[in-house]
Every structure is written in structure tokens, then in C-alpha cells.
């Protein structure tokens, strides 16, 4: 039996089959390494909605890896609990390193400093090499964070976002910003008024598919003890939806975005906003395709600028300006990030 070459290990928000760490995969010498642990629900006490979400988006991204022929490990949660069942993701990774034997392991950078050190310290325990690569669904690394960072007194998100705009000529014309300013915080304030909101656009759902519906059963019984309920459970679970959804995003809401997006109105929780950080956040979305959507419908002339701006505003500046934060500010033992 030839020995197993590479593991790419996926954590269940890195569902993207395009991901750096798996730039010259091949399936006659690498495998993938997927893991549902009950640890990753509980460590923090999560929302069944939220637990749902993922476990249904590892189990058809999973399967998208199958139809293109990736050889796959996979450990799945049973509704009962088996007592062989590995407490978390360490203990889950520590038993298949014993038996599949790579020589390597390579993944994607994680979003969590937590999962970073316990990944390390299991695969060094092995005496195995682990590759970590960069997120590519960011516009920028830790490093350069940490490199704007280096030397100011205190940090603001308004400099750190035009800085992001000028590299990437995001909203940019002929090296100004589009309608001679930054910003549109003093056009997107408004109130619905008396009369409320009115019509709003339908929010895009997505029928639960047997994939799901098997999930939902898994997650009622598991995590019966968890807030929330699933009766309403629609959100996107592959990447076609959430492209659906984008799409949706962009035609239908995005254009009074900008005006409403502080706005608040009882028994309202949508309105305008988008609800696609879920779908960015496990990677079935890219920061850059979402934001050349924004600004792509701005130059065509379906929506005002103050909305493509402030929407844009929420992914190239506040997302990435919060992860820089995060990662700069982390236990050192975590800061050899890519």
C-alpha cells in the first residue's frame, strides 16, 4: 500500500475546494481529513441554528469533495453517542494520525487561536511537519495588519480601511474615492419613520434537503439542551446557495442598504441586511467576489453609492480590522500566523 503523501486537514468554516491548502492536492498520493466533534458545539454553548448550519454544510461539502474524486476521511456525530466517540477535535485527529500514517499535513490557516495551538500541539506530538497557509478569503494577512499597526499609538478602522480601498482600488476613481469621499456614515442614519419599514423583500431560504433534514434530527437529539429551534431552519448550506443568496443580496436589498442599515423596526430581524456572513464565514463565499458584486452593481447604476459603500465598508474594513485585532492581540504562542 503506498503511504499516504499529504492530509489536508478542513475545519468545518474552511468549506471552500479551491482553498490554498489544496494547491497541488493529488488524489493518488493526498487525502482530506474532515471531523464533527460534539467539542466544537459546547465549548462555547452554540445555538442548534448554528450547529445545524455547519454540521449540514461539512456533509454536503463533503460530498462535493467525493464528486471530485478527493479520497476523504470523515468522522461523522451519531445521534447517540458511542463511548469510543473522540471528545474533540484533538483527540479525533490523534487517533486517525495512528492509523493513516501521512507523511505531512498541511491546512488553511484557522480563524480561532484555540484551534491553531490544539491542531499544532497534536501534530507535533506525531512528529509530523504541518504546513499552515494563508486564508485567501481575506484581502490581507495578519502580517500586514501587524505592519500598520507597528509603531501607532492607537488604532482606528477608518485609516486601516482606506488604506485597503487604495491598494485594492476598491471604490476608487483615478486615485480618489468615489464621490470625493470615504464614507457615507452621514447618509446611512435614517429611520423608517412612523409608517415603518413597509414592504420588505422576502428573505432568501433554502429548503432543507435529506442531508439537512438528517442533521436537524442529529442536532435536536445531541444538543436538545441548546437554545433555539429548528422549525425555521433555511439558511444556505452549499456554495451554489449562497451565491443564490448573494445574488439576491445584491438585487433586492442592497440598494436601500446604505439608507436603513442602522435602522431598527420591532418584529423586523432582516430588513436590508444581507445575511451572508454565515455563508462568508465557512467559506462559501469570498470576501472578493461579495465585494465586486457591491461594487459592481454601484458602477452599473443599480444601487446608490452610500449603500455599495457602506456595505463594502462592513467586509473590507470592519471584518478584516477585527481579525487583524484578533490575531495581533492573541497569546504569542499563536502569532506565527500566515
Not at 443568496?245 to 418584529?267: C, H, N, Q, S
Not at 462568508?280 to 452599473?300: D, F, I, P, Q, S
Request: proline share 6%.
Amino acid at each position: 500500500m503506498t503511504q499516504l503523501r499529504t492530509l489536508v486537514l478542513v475545519l468545518g468554516d474552511q468549506l471552500d475546494a479551491n482553498a490554498a491548502s489544496f494547491d497541488g492536492f493529488d488524489p493518488q498520493q493526498d487525502a482530506v481529513w474532515m471531523a464533527e466533534v460534539a467539542q466544537e458545539s459546547t465549548h462555547v454553548w452554540s445555538s442548534k441554528q448554528r450547529i445545524a448550519l455547519f454540521l449540514s454544510a461539512m456533509r454536503h461539502f463533503a460530498q462535493h469533495l467525493k464528486a471530485l474524486g478527493r479520497p476523504l476521511h470523515y468522522r461523522t456525530l451519531d445521534i447517540k453517542p458511542k463511548t469510543t466517540e473522540p471528545l474533540g477535535l484533538a483527540d479525533a485527529l490523534q487517533a486517525d494520525l495512528a492509523h493513516l500514517k501521512p507523511q505531512r499535513l498541511i491546512m488553511t490557516a484557522p480563524g480561532d487561536h484555540r484551534v491553531l495551538n490544539c491542531i499544532k500541539a497534536t501534530v507535533q506530538a506525531a512528529g509530523l511537519p504541518l504546513e499552515v497557509c494563508a486564508d485567501r478569503h481575506f484581502f490581507t494577512t495578519v502580517a500586514d495588519f501587524a505592519a500598520h499597526a507597528k509603531g501607532r499609538k492607537s488604532l482606528r478602522l477608518e485609516y486601516f480601511y482606506r488604506e485597503l480601498r487604495q491598494r485594492h482600488g476598491i471604490l476608487m476613481d483615478e486615485g480618489q474615492p468615489a464621490g470625493g469621499q470615504w464614507n457615507f456614515d452621514a447618509d446611512n442614519r435614517e429611520s423608517f419613520g412612523k409608517q415603518g419599514p413597509g414592504a420588505l423583500p422576502p428573505r432568501a431560504t433554502f429548503e432543507p434537503d435529506e442531508i439537512t433534514r438528517d442533521v436537524i434530527r442529529l442536532v435536536e437529539d445531541r444538543f436538545a439542551t441548546h437554545p433555539g429551534t429548528l422549525a425555521s431552519f433555511a439558511w444556505p448550506v452549499t456554495r451554489q446557495q449562497a451565491l443564490q443568496a448573494l445574488e439576491r443580496f445584491i438585487k433586492e436589498r442592497l440598494p436601500l442598504f446604505g439608507r436603513y442599515e442602522d435602522a431598527m423596526w420591532p418584529g423586523e430581524p432582516w430588513l436590508y441586511h444581507s445575511q451572508l456572513s454565515a455563508a462568508m464565514n465557512l467559506k462559501l463565499l469570498n470576501a472578493r467576489e461579495v465585494v465586486a458584486a457591491a461594487e459592481t452593481a454601484y458602477r452599473e447604476g443599480h444601487v446608490p453609492l452610500q449603500s455599495a459603500e457602506g456595505f463594502i465598508r462592513q467586509i473590507l474594513g470592519w471584518r478584516e480590522y477585527v481579525r487583524g485585532i484578533y490575531w495581533t492581540k492573541c497569546p504569542v504562542t499563536s502569532n506565527a500566523m500566515p
